[in-house]
């Protein structure tokens, strides 16, 4: 049976179970957590204010030049540094730190500095860097598109290196909905 959840999205009953009804968008996200991606924490500075977000919307698109690509809120606190800097850092997160992404992930800089309870150093252009990462590179904004309810940056590599050379990546699907993702799929396509 299908019904109107809330906020009118489509909801599945299962039938003589006690079990969470669950909706379409539930479907829709486990689909897109089929893509493979990682997890990272793109780190933003400008004068002396400081934020950092997790982001699996990630990925290179060019070799010469160097060039990764980012989709990124624009209601998020980092938002406005990002554009204002024209930098960002993105540390690669490793296996076992779930616990890293949830904390850069679901709290927003305007209640609280993320960053004072976690060792980093700047970057480059002064945007933090996570010490206990995977991995680092450091990106110098060369483009920005809007895309849909998100902002495509694309950011040159000027820096960036390996920080646990015997560690694995920790892959989004690992993290499950802490994102809050199945909540934002539309019912349909
Ligand atoms: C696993 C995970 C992946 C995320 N990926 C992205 C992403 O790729 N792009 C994005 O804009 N937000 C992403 N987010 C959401 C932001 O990390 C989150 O909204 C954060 O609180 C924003 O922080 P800020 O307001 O301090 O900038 C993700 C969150 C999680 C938990």
Known sequence: MVGRGIGGVATEFVQGTNEEPRTVSDETAALFRQLTLGVHVVGVAHGEQRDAF??????QVSFEPLLLALSINPQHASYPLLRRAQAFTVTVLKQGQLEIARH????????????????????????????????????????????????????????????????????????????GSSGLYPAAF
């Not at 997790?54 to 990925?59: G, K, R």
């Open 104 to 179: 850069f992930g679901t709290q927003s800089g305007r209640d609280m500095d993320k960053l004072a309870v976690m060792p980093w150093r700047p970057g480059r252009s002064g945007a933090p860097v996570l010490q206990n990462g995977l991995a680092y590179f450091d990106c110098e904004v060369t483009a920005t598109f809007r895309a849909g309810d998100h902002e495509l940056v694309l950011g040159r590599v000027v820096d960036g290196r390996i920080l646990d050379p015997g560690a694995a990546p920790l892959v989004y699907a690992e993290t499950g909905d802490m994102d």
């Open 54 to 59: 997790t982001a699996a919307w990630i990925m």
